[in-house]
């Protein structure tokens, strides 16, 4: 399967071993890491027990041709077509199945990224049998209606081709792969402990105002001093969302095993996520992008959750800007010269900001020292088609400790919150 974004596309990988000067060439548009898949499809191979047939001219057809191909999640269709054209492997075994993995060169199927997506395009078009590396197993399983195959080495896989008993084989313990990026974090479904509501004291106008902004998917403006709670709010804000029904929680991981952040052991995302990036983000850390294989960014690693901008006038302009087509169409569309790529980002946008600044120009007695101009200029950087698209506004003050001490006997946890949330969302649903 060739990924466009989070959309799969059938590939057939055919092999043909043939007279002449001894040679492998691969054609169909691959990428540098798909022609480097010679020498890895060849050392798994023979470390494997099986022949290479070094002594014919190899040609392997990737088609549609027109179609780029990249990564290395081709080495083991690759494989199994040279097995089969050399018939090792019984003719047409590997026929209407796909197959997805990297090898390793002492023959082991290394996981790869966007197996859910690819997964759930076979099922699409109606391929039954599907082979993965035995990591991205419980990932493809999310599919229903296919059959998959998880196997650990290529060992296994002509087992299995020639219905023989499974090799036993001592692997050490895979490292965390693509399947189980470092980004794991980005994604608060795969955190064992959420922050609670009732931390963020002082301040009941505003935790209202995250009740109300969660029971109807509002974005929301928050303008107070530093130290006033304006992030823990928003970190909050995740834990009050319902869960991720069925639907939404399948695209949801889609997006996140493109992009490699699935925590590991957490083949499905059932918790709305929570993306923060820092404010010297580019662009294409925002919307997606990259050179050779476009990436979802933030925006769409955020989609069925939250986007929280911290210092948001500190954000460039253009970021600011990119983010007014997915507010209004729930997606991100990236152009490039060979395709156009669309990723799914239907999200909450938090904003955060200080009134000018310094962050002082709150309340009497300020000690801010902005020119007018000045704090007209910062918060000018906030483009008013951006916050056209913001429901609430909120302005924060600094919580005194009279004000801690007293809501303490009020404070409400996120999941009394978050069941008044639930039932609103079904009144809303029912109405």
Known sequence: MALVGVQGHLVEVEADLGQGVPSYSLVGLPDTSLSESRDRVRAAVLNSGQAWPSTRRITINLSPASLPKRGSSFDLAIAAAVLAAQSAVPAGVFDRAVLIGELGLDGRVRPVRGVLPAVAASATAGVESVVVPAANAAEARLVPGVRVTGVRSLRELVALARSEPLPEEAFDDEPAGPAAGADADANNGGASVEPDLRDVLGQAT????????????????????????????????????????????????????VAGTLPPGTPLVTRPPFQAPHHNASVPAIVGGGSSQVRPGAASLAHRGVLFLDEAPEFAPGVLDALRQPLESGEITVSRLVAQVRFPARFQLVLAANPCPCGLAVGKGSDCRCSPMAKLRYLGRLSGPLLDRVDLSLEMLAATRAELREDAAYVEDTATVAARVVAARERMAAR
Do not use: W, Y
Not at 210 to 221: Q, R, S, T
């Open 206 to 257: 505003a935790r209202f105002a995250m009740e109300v902004a969660a029971a109807g998917g509002h974005h929301v403006l928050m303008l107070g001093p530093p130290g006033a709670g304006k992030t823990m709010l928003a970190e909050r804000l995740p834990g009050l969302l319902p869960p991720l029904d069925s639907e939404a929680a399948l695209e949801v991981t889609a997006v996140h095993s």
